[in-house]
C-alpha cells in the first residue's frame, strides 16, 4: 500500500506564492513519477507539472515560468512552489505518485486526497 498526503493550500492573494508539499508513505519496490494535478469546479483533472525519477520536469504551459516541481527521493516527497499566482489558478491540488511494488507486476498510481488553493483578493 501507498499513501499520498498533500499539505499547503490556502488562500493567497493575487501575486503572491504558495508551496505544496505531497509525502508519501507505505511500502513499494521503487517510484517513478510524482506530479500535481488540478480540478477547478466544472472542469477537468488537468496535469499541472510531473517529474521523473531522474527529475526531468513537465509543465502545464499556463504553469511555465511560475511553478517549479521538485523531488526528494530519499525523503519521498514532491513539492510545487507556486508563485505569481492568478485567480484562474484557483483548484484543488492533487499529488499523484506510479510506483511498482513488491512481488507484483506492473506500476501502479496512487492520489492524495487534495489540497484547496484560492487565488483571491
Known amino acids: 500500500q501507498v499513501q499520498v498526503v498533500e499539505s499547503g493550500g490556502g488562500l493567497v492573494q493575487p501575486g503572491g506564492s504558495l508551496r505544496l508539499s505531497c509525502d508519501v508513505s507505505g511500502s513499494w519496490f521503487r517510484l517513478y513519477d510524482m506530479g500535481w494535478y488540478r480540478q477547478a469546479p466544472g472542469k477537468q483533472r488537468e496535469l499541472v507539472a510531473i517529474?521523473?525519477?531522474?527529475?526531468?520536469?513537465t509543465y502545464e504551459d499556463s504553469v511555465k515560468g511560475r511553478f517549479t516541481i521538485s523531488r526528494d527521493n530519499a525523503k519521498n516527497t514532491v513539492d510545487l512552489q507556486m508563485s505569481s499566482l492568478k485567480p484562474e489558478d484557483t483548484a484543488v491540488y492533487y499529488c499523484?505518485?506510479?510506483?511498482?511494488?513488491?512481488?507484483?507486476?506492473?506500476?501502479?498510481?496512487?492520489w492524495g486526497q487534495g489540497t484547496q488553493v484560492t487565488v483571491s483578493s
Open positions: 517529474i521523473t525519477r531522474g527529475s526531468s520536469t
Open positions: 499523484k505518485v506510479q510506483s511498482q511494488r513488491f512481488g507484483a507486476p506492473g506500476f501502479y498510481e496512487d
